[in-house]
């Protein structure tokens, strides 16, 4: 199991950027519902160990990777897995099993890209033991196979260790923490690149081809970089150490020029620095090309908006957080569509058997911005190592089409190795009235079928029946509403004489509910 608490040197810097703050930046709201999804065990098939941001196709479908388990022999090295929700309930598959007997690798904590309706990811090791991008394709009546995988091999021509992968005009993109041609971020005697940035562009018959277009680490170049995100023709990204302080920078670097702009250097963390360091997670951009991210040491929510007549960018710190409040280690950040900030913290809580939490940053004119804790990992236990609900959320968090979150634990669930999490923010209830009603052979009632949404839900709900009398037909107008839809039940003239409870279910995407009414047919 990982450590409990951060470093005390760390607790330290964390309370005095801190305690000014978070007495006014954070509410301890009432937590949203956490719902289990899946809980990973320790078995022949499945995965566990869960790491990396899941990704949707459509509204039913989630797919991610797991660090272990799987079918691969003898040491199982995880998996891709797919879970699928029908009528509310979600039901995993693992589509490709890792093995170490191919040129699998072991996936990495980057997770999984969804491109064209194919899937794309990153591994360590692999046939080159440097790690590969690979490229899985479904065919229907086969399922999920792997149909291309890129070996990277390390220094001094090419990257080691890739992840985080972004499409930008149908060209692949991603990063490597190691390789390439610069050699000063080793010990001593060692020779290990900086980390680079690499393309892959599709090839002419198929497949792809790989070129490095940026080696990091010149001088008071950063160095680990880490993530990618595109706007405005150019890619941004973070490094882990390097820049002018040694405590990670924030770049920018143009795919058609490959000139490189270091935008922001992190200071080395002090008294009365009100500044971050050492990024781990990558960054994201809004529909303005503002950048936002986190990071570790001192773990802070951080903004970089560039101003066009002066062409400057400018750091602007969010939200600090404070482990014994918020939780430390925070994962990369996800936008909603009102400019809201949504993230994990790996590790902690606001109690003593805190394992991390998810937060809700409200975007504000003035800083710091609201925070709420949505979740606490670890709530329905005592014991740390007993955390049904999840515990470590190594993963950043992902909306579906209803604006509800998911995610990863690394640790915790039903068997204790990790689980896949639903954080409902937006959700609905139906109801029907009348709920009692007597249909003649040969007429036809109706009830009014009410959607009640809760939240900040918005969708349309689409209504089926089941469980008529034989010889009775429902028909709904609207079928699909987001508000109230009415409900004719027609019993024809030789419908079964009975009493039965007719049950309306409403689908939202993978949301699933239903109301009944209890129905009699008399002569």
Not at 240 to 250: F, I, R
Request: proline share 5%; with cysteine.
């Amino acid at each position: 199991m990982r450590s409990k608490k951060v470093s005390a040197g760390l607790a330290v810097v964390l309370a005095i950027f801190t305690v000014s703050l978070l007495a006014t930046s954070t509410r301890a709201a009432a937590q949203a519902q956490e719902v289990v999804l899946h809980s990973f065990p320790v078995s022949t098939t499945d995965g566990f160990e869960p790491n990396g941001n899941v990704v949707f196709k459509g509204a039913t479908q989630l797919y991610g990777t797991t660090l272990g388990g799987g079918t691969g022999t003898p040491y199982p090295m995880g998996t891709v897995f797919e879970l699928a929700a029908k009528r509310g309930v979600w039901t995993e598959t693992v589509p490709h099993p890792f093995d170490p007997n191919t040129s699998d690798g072991s996936p990495y904590y980057a997770g999984l890209l969804l491109y064209a309706g194919k899937l794309y990811g990153t591994t360590n090791g692999g046939s080159s033991g440097y790690g590969a991008v690979f490229e899985l394709t479904y065919t229907a009546g086969v399922g999920w196979a792997k149909t291309f995988e890129y070996a990277f091999p390390g220094y001094p021509n090419d990257g080691e260790g890739p992840a985080n992968l972004i499409f930008v005009n149908g060209n692949l993109y991603g990063i490597t923490g190691a390789g390439g041609s610069n050699l000063n971020c080793g010990t001593s005697g060692e020779s290990v690149g900086c980390g680079t940035v690499f393309e892959l562009t599709p090839a002419v018959g198929g497949g792809w081809t790989e070129s490095v277009i940026y080696n990091f680490g010149r001088g008071t170049d950063g160095r680990v970089p880490v993530g990618l995100v595109f706007h405005g023709g150019n890619l941004y990204g973070v490094t882990d150490n390097g820049g002018l302080y040694g405590e990670g920078m924030v770049f920018e670097l143009n795919p058609k020029t490959l000139l490189e702009q270091d935008l922001h250097d992190f200071p080395i963390p002090a008294i009365g620095v009100n500044d971050g360091a050492t990024p781990q997670s990558g960054l994201i951009a809004d529909t303005a090309g503002n950048l936002y991210g986190t990071t570790t040491g001192p773990a802070v929510v951080f903004e970089l908006t560039y101003d066009k007549t002066t062409k400057i960018w400018t750091e602007l710190v969010l939200h600090d957080f404070d482990y014994l409040v918020d939780g430390a280690y925070p994962s990369v950040l996800t936008l909603d569509k009102n400019g809201n900030l949504y993230g994990t913290t790996s590790e902690d809580g606001p109690n003593n058997n805190a394992e991390g939490v998810a937060f809700e940053l409200l975007a504000g004119p003035t800083v710091p911005w609201q925070e709420n804790i949505l979740y606490t990992f670890c709530s329905v236990s005592t014991v740390s190592q007993n955390c049904t609900d999840g515990s470590h959320p190594t993963s950043g968090l992902t909306f579906d089409t209803n604006y509800n979150l998911y995610g990863v634990t690394q640790e915790g669930g039903a068997y204790g190795w990790g689980t896949v999490f639903q954080i409902i923010l937006n959700d609905f209830a139906l109801s029907a009235a009348p709920g009692t009603l007597t249909v003649n052979q040969g007429a036809s009632v109706a009830s009014t079928i009410s959607v009640a949404p809760t939240g900040g839900f918005a969708g349309l709900v689409t209504l089926t029946a089941s469980g008529l009398p034989g010889g009775v037909t429902a028909s709904f107008s609207p079928k699909t509403t987001s508000g109230t839809s009415a409900l004719t039940l027609t019993a024809s003239g030789t419908a079964k004489l009975a009493t039965k409870t007719v049950t309306i279910s409403g689908t939202a995407g993978n949301l699933y509910h239903t109301t009944t009414i209890n129905l009699t047919v008399a002569p």
